[in-house]
């Protein structure tokens, strides 16, 4: 069993800055990919960013050049550093990890971006 705890979500201004954490624990040593998910208001849930445990990183079209995820293997985490942030932005943003054969999901933290 893994447990993730998403943490860095919150109220902010279009422009600002966020980062998004996520915290692995339980038995991480099987881990392999990871990464986050957002769901926006009335939408599926989509993948953001992912990362594999060698450190090879996808970003979707939409956040590319604005978003940047990284992983500390050492301390199980999994970060989502969010700039430039847009209304369209807003969603729960959820962490997500993969322990073949399982995936494992955090409760998500909500991100909020105003105009």
């Known amino acids: 069993q893994v447990q993730l705890v998403e943490s860095g979500g919150g109220l902010v201004q279009a422009g600002d800055s966020l980062r998004l954490s996520c915290a692995a624990s339980g038995d991480t040593t099987c881990l392999t990919a990871m990464g986050w998910y957002y769901q926006p208001p009335g939408k599926a849930r989509e993948l953001v960013a992912g990362i594999t445990d060698g450190g090879s990183t996808y970003h979707a079209n939409s956040v590319k050049g604005r978003f940047t995820i990284s992983r500390d293997n050492a301390k199980n985490m999994v970060y989502l550093q969010m700039n430039s942030l847009k209304p369209e932005d807003t969603a729960v943003y959820y962490c997500?990890?993969?322990?073949?054969?399982?995936?494992?999901w955090g409760q998500g933290t909500q991100v909020t971006v105003s105009s």
């Open positions: 997500y990890a993969m322990c073949r054969p399982y995936e494992y």
